[in-house]
């Protein structure tokens, strides 16, 4: 199975920073990595989708990047709607598994 | 719009069985797959299986193998997940999600509102 391990597990932001979110495929997974966003008590939510692209509706501060086993999601300008749980996901290969997830807290 | 509605809550007792249901709106059923995610409680997310709707074809995860039996039904736009021998550690919010295939491309575009499986003796 392919492992995805996320970093930082948690961090604390203020209003307005740029927030860089990482994840690492224990093996190439091409481009077939997405993000979601997930807020308590709430389905999670797709933010990213192939690494880069992204998904109709989502603020264009959220930004995708990296391929292969090294990859990021970068929140540009951080908004107080924007704190919640973020994961990574690959679908290269079955099982599709998830990163632990990064929690996103106000400072 | 598309639209992914599940079945209530339940509660169970260890050994006992559940069926959850994911009633798709607002695309073509058989066009996208079917993921089924759990969540425990204060955890993160669990991709359990898959099923085509289009020919029935599924997979599963590892662990669950033999417990899970992921099922569809075109002529309602349901998806169904049946997990059987419960245990206290299959107590999660199970979220169906339509899995969508593009050029290079496959993501979980839309998600049900989730079902809160409580196992309890």
């Known amino acids: 199975d392919i492992q995805m391990t996320q970093s930082p597990s948690s961090l604390s932001a203020s209003i307005g920073d740029r927030v860089t979110i990482t994840c690492r495929a224990s093996q190439s997974i091409s481009n077939y990595l997405n993000w979601y966003q997930q807020k308590p008590g709430k389905a999670p939510k797709l933010l990213i989708y192939g690494a880069s692209s992204l998904q109709s509706g989502v603020p264009s501060r959220f930004s995708g990047s990296g391929s292969g086993t090294d990859f990021t999601l970068t929140i540009s300008s951080l908004q107080p709607e924007d704190f919640a749980t973020y994961y990574c996901q690959q679908t290269y290969s079955t099982p599709w598994t998830f990163g632990q997830g990064t929690k996103v807290e106000i400072k | 719009q598309v639209q992914l509605v599940q079945s209530g809550a339940e509660v169970k007792k260890p050994g006992a069985s559940v069926k959850v249901s994911c009633k798709a709106s607002g695309y073509t059923f058989t066009s996208s797959g079917i993921s089924w995610v759990r969540q425990a409680p204060g955890q993160g997310l669990e991709w359990m299986g898959w099923?085509?709707?289009?020919?029935?074809?599924?997979k599963h995860a590892h662990n669950l193998q033999g417990r899970v039996t992921m099922t569809t039904d075109t002529s309602t736009s349901t998806a169904y997940m049946e997990l059987r021998s419960l245990r206290s550690d299959d107590t999660a919010v199970y979220y169906c999600?339509?899995?969508?295939?593009?050029?290079?491309?496959?993501?979980?575009?839309?998600w049900g509102q989730g079902t809160l499986v409580t196992v309890s003796s």
């Open positions: 099923i085509s709707p289009y020919n029935g074809n599924t």
């Open positions: 999600a339509r899995s969508y295939s593009v050029h290079f491309s496959r993501y979980f575009d839309y």
